[in-house]
């Protein structure tokens, strides 16, 4: 979700929404690996060459929990955010869209706003441009 749309749906949700009701604000459907492809692309780097299966990536998650236990360190992976990283979640924003002109921004526009503030604001060395 882009900032700029969540804090107008806020604002007229607080004007002109139902009490009472709940509006869903949801983004683009989009994969990790698409994700990481086009965060890749903004920082000059090359995108994942592979992606792991969910399994593979569950496995991991449990190894690392356990050296986590013993080593007292946090893990890389939980099996919490492989479980988010992995499912198919669709949360559909209509009631938003039509009570509250909530705009779904396309993930690529929303990466490049995020990248351009994060080298405006010197948290980011700027890469290669798109």
């Not at 929404?17 to 690996?33: D, P, Q, V």
Request: aromatic share 4%; proline share 7%.
């Amino acid at each position: 979700m882009h900032v700029n749309e969540v804090a107008k749906a806020h604002i007229a949700a607080a004007e002109r929404g139902k009490i009472g009701e709940n509006y869903i604000l949801a983004g683009t459907r989009t994969s990790f690996a698409e994700m990481l492809a086009i965060i890749a692309e903004l920082l000059g780097k090359p995108p994942p060459k592979r992606v792991l299966s969910p399994g593979l990536l569950r496995l991991i998650a449990a190894v690392q929990g356990l050296r986590a236990a013993i080593t007292d360190r946090r893990p890389q992976l939980t099996p919490e955010s492989v479980a988010l990283s992995t499912r198919k979640i669709s949360c559909p924003s209509l009631k938003a869209q039509q009570e509250l002109s909530f705009k779904i921004v396309p993930i690529r526009t929303m990466l490049q706003d995020c990248y351009e503030w994060l080298v405006a604001s010197g948290r980011l060395k700027a890469g290669r441009r798109p």
